[in-house]
Nanobody
């Protein structure tokens, strides 16, 4: 069965760090651009970061640039989101999504993309 599974969320104090993982099974992430998105209840879902399939070029929303780092480990079939200097506004459910045709260099946080696969989400809560 083809699926994405996120993990690594939790409760952390402001200024702390978390590393989210997005593990694929049933298909290879090598050929997919992978995005991380987040959604807080009552708010629209927003793109956080995206990494290309071709050369691992990362792209970030301005709100997380300099604090978050996206990376992939192809042998492990996993993409990571390292989150540092977390703020209460980062509180949300974080999702990873895979897109076979997305050009990550043209990805924008507010873009509406037809992702092929979605994970179930992992909760990140940052306390002040």
């Amino acid at each position: 069965q083809e699926q994405l599974v996120e993990s690594g969320g939790g409760l952390v104090q402001a200024g702390g760090s978390l590393r989210l993982s997005c593990a694929a099974s049933g298909f290879s992430l090598d050929y997919y651009a992978i995005s991380w998105l987040r959604q807080d209840p009552g708010k629209e879902r927003e793109g956080v970061s995206c990494i290309s399939s071709a050369d691992d070029t990362p792209n970030y929303a301005d709100s997380v640039k300099g604090r978050f780092t996206i990376s992939r480990d192809n042998p492990m079939n996993t993409v990571y989101l390292e989150m540092n200097s977390l703020k209460p506004v980062d509180t949300a459910v974080y999702y990873c999504a895979a897109d076979f045709i997305l050009d990550a260099t043209r990805w924008v946080p507010g873009g509406k993309y037809e992702y092929d696969y979605w994970g179930q989400g992992t909760q990140v809560t940052v306390s002040s």
